[in-house]
């Protein structure tokens, strides 16, 4: 990893703070957007490539014409997709952005065909097996947004209710990046200090459901979902990559047997390096944790089978 190059496809909110957070940061040595919406990704490039002047090192920020300008990246952020809309189904909307990220894995595929994917679309767990399907890649390549993110939102939650240890707060959030994720209170320390020492089991359910809504919670205020934390939380995993710092974080994860599955991508704590995904860590999860787990995995899973009920993966 020389080159230090990014590509982001989608310059919407989210793909866009991922680039500036990682501009202001100096993670990267040119980063490339790219966006079906005509003049998006040039505007933002523009904007993003000004703020770079009081940036710490400078990066190169350049919009893609064509999807064949998003070329040689070590790392490739897709975001693509489109939101539910009023009538629309989960199954439509399943369909729709698989179609959308099944065009956008051919282009990654064929101009950046070594680099690592960040997928961050959703349904963020189906959309990342997607990946792992179409391109047939070694999984430790393919990696989706979700813990990085509930984790944060999980942190948060918790330093509102302490008011102290910002930044010293670990937190655990697994299964998928959805209705069924699951906060982990039992492996969060503030500090080294287990936070069951500081919250009662009250204070932690609230947080766990507070956690759970952390993004339905955006979006009734600002109308839209959030992406300034989600931006951020891809910056980090794209500075771990390149960094090969080997942290390690919750993230969606391709599983062959860990857990007990397989054939199924759903958020578990990993290792990321250079390599992208360089080991799964296995957790012992008590009988409740299990079952939660099980549930999770099974929402994915319908998920999946909806694909291959229309001759998706065809």
């Not at 990220?101 to 349904?123: Q, R, T």
């Not at 860590?281 to 099974?298: G, Q, R």
Request: charged share 20%; hydrophobic share 40%; proline share 3%.
């Amino acid at each position: 990893m020389t080159k230090r190059k990014v590509g982001i496809i989608g310059a919407g909110a989210v793909g866009a703070t991922a680039a500036f957070s990682l501009s202001m940061m100096g993670t990267c040595s040119e980063i490339v957007l790219f966006d079906i919406a005509e003049g998006v990704a040039k505007g933002k490039a523009i904007d993003i490539g000004q703020s770079t002047h009081y940036a710490p090192n400078s990066t190169v920020i350049t919009a893609a014409q064509s999807p064949a300008d998003v070329s040689e990246c070590d790392i490739v952020v897709i975001t693509a997709g489109v939101p539910r809309k009023g009538d629309m189904t989960r199954e439509d909307l399943l369909m729709i952005n698989a179609k959308i990220m099944k065009s956008v894995v051919e282009d990654v595929m064929k101009y950046s065909p070594d680099a690592v994917i960040i997928c961050v679309s959703n349904p963020l767990d189906v959309m990342t097996y997607v990946i792992g399907q179409m391109t047939g890649w070694d999984r430790s390549r393919i990696v989706g947004l979700s813990g990085a993110l509930d984790g944060a939102r999980m942190a948060y939650q918790i330093y509102n209710k302490l008011g102290y240890g910002a930044g010293q707060i670990g937190t655990l959030v697994i299964g998928d990046h959805g209705q069924h994720m699951i906060p982990l209170p039992q492996e969060v320390q503030v500090g080294s200090v287990d936070v069951s020492e500081l919250l009662s089991q009250k204070d932690m359910e609230e947080i766990i459901e507070r956690t759970k809504n952390g993004g339905a919670e955006i979006v009734k205020h600002l109308g839209t979902s959030g992406y300034y934390a989600p931006g951020r939380a891809i910056a980090y995993m794209v500075g771990a990559i390149l960094n090969d710092a080997k942290v390690v974080v919750a993230a969606s994860a391709l599983l062959e047997g860990e857990y007990g599955y397989s054939d199924v991508a759903v958020g578990v704590p990993v290792i990321l390096g250079k390599q992208g995904v360089e080991k799964i860590i296995e957790m012992k999860l008590d009988d409740e944790t299990k079952a939660k787990f099980a549930t999770s995995v099974e929402s994915i899973k319908e998920g999946i089978s909806v694909l291959r009920k229309n001759d998706f993966f065809n």
